[in-house]
């Protein structure tokens, strides 16, 4: 059974960083193009950050350019975002998600496979 499992999300000060891991299982996912999401109360689930089956390419939500990083081990079948400088607003459940494409997508109607999510608070 394919599962995608993140970790690592916890309460963090305004200005902190977190690593979030996500592992999969069931299946070979380092073929796919994969990305995170997150979704804060009362909101719309978001395009986080993506990264094309090679992990050359990847693309970025405005709000998270040169804070996040999102990177993969296609050999380990994980995949992590790197955040720094985290602000209150990034304050949400994060999402692990996998396509079954190459290259990187924004639109949660492209992903397949989707993680529970773990929970990021920033506090202020």
């Known amino acids: 059974q394919e599962q995608l499992v993140e970790s690592g999300g916890r309460l963090v000060q305004t200005g902190g960083s977190l690593r979030l891991s996500c592992a999969a299982s069931?299946?070979?996912?380092?073929?796919?193009?994969m990305g995170w999401f997150r979704q804060a109360p009362g909101k719309e689930r978001e395009f986080v950050a993506a990264?094309?089956?090679?992990?050359?390419?990847?693309k970025y939500t405005d709000s998270v350019k040169g804070r996040f990083t999102i990177s993969r081990d296609s050999a380990e079948n994980t995949v992590n975002l790197q955040m720094n400088s985290l602000q209150p607003e990034d304050t949400a459940v994060y999402y692990c998600?996998?396509?079954?494409?190459?290259?990187?997508?924004?639109?949660?109607?492209?992903?397949?496979?989707w993680g529970r999510g773990t929970q990021v608070t920033v506090s202020s």
């Open positions: 990264i094309n089956w090679s992990g050359v390419t990847t």
């Open positions: 998600a996998s396509t079954l494409g190459f290259d990187v997508e924004v639109s949660t109607t492209r992903y397949h496979y």
């Open positions: 069931g299946r070979f996912f380092g073929g796919y193009a």
